[in-house]
């Protein structure tokens, strides 16, 4: 079983991230206030705890997660080739649509870390929500 160990939206397209404990996610919107949470393949992203600290380590810097500008943080769940999996997190359920390629914007936020996110998944998934709910930091996630 892993963990939900963060929890962000964008209230614009290239604003910060901003972290909160919990959030409503929602089947027409996504991780609340986020400006990207319409349906879709791309709803929500999700992001691997450990995946991202090899990413930073490659780098030999400790990042913070919300650089890489997903929505949900989580630990001790493999994110890795689960491309039409579906992911629970405390009550909500998302479909994995996709691997999340990381962009040039990564690179605005620390040099290298595009290249660093690249391999095995590292950047994360993309996801649409199935069931929606409320989420809380400390939920448990795992994959179904």
């Given at each position: 079983?892993?963990?939900?160990?963060?929890?962000?939206?964008?209230?614009?397209?290239?604003?910060?991230?901003?972290?909160?404990?919990?959030?409503?996610?929602?089947?027409?919107?996504?991780?609340?206030?986020?400006?990207?949470?319409?349906?879709?393949?791309?709803?929500?992203?999700?992001?691997?705890?450990?995946?991202?600290?090899?990413?930073?380590?490659?780098?030999?810097?400790?990042?913070?997660?919300?650089?890489?500008?997903?929505?949900?943080?989580?630990?001790?769940?493999?994110?890795?080739?689960?491309?039409?999996?579906?992911?629970?997190?405390?009550?909500?359920?998302?479909?994995?649509?996709?691997?999340?390629?990381?962009?040039y914007r990564m690179d605005e936020q620390h040099e290298g870390l595009k290249a660093a996110l690249n391999p095995d998944w590292r950047?994360?998934?993309?996801?649409?929500?199935?069931?929606?709910?409320?989420?809380?930091?400390?939920?448990?996630?795992?994959?179904?």
């Amino acid at each position: 079983m892993g963990i939900l160990k963060g929890i962000g939206y964008k209230l614009v397209k290239y604003g910060p991230v901003i972290t909160c404990e919990k959030a409503f996610v929602g089947l027409q919107t996504g991780v609340e206030r986020d400006v990207r949470g319409l349906p879709g393949k791309r709803q929500v992203t999700v992001l691997s705890e450990e995946a991202f600290k090899e990413a930073s380590d490659e780098l030999g810097t400790a990042l913070p997660w919300t650089l890489r500008r997903a929505n949900l943080l989580i630990s001790d769940v493999s994110l890795r080739e689960t491309k039409g999996r579906q992911l629970q997190i405390g009550d909500i359920i998302l479909e994995i649509t996709g691997e999340t390629d990381p962009c040039y914007r990564m690179d605005e936020q620390h040099e290298g870390l595009k290249a660093a996110l690249n391999p095995d998944w590292r950047g994360g998934v993309t996801c649409r929500v199935i069931q929606e709910g409320t989420i809380r930091l400390g939920d448990e996630a795992k994959l179904l």
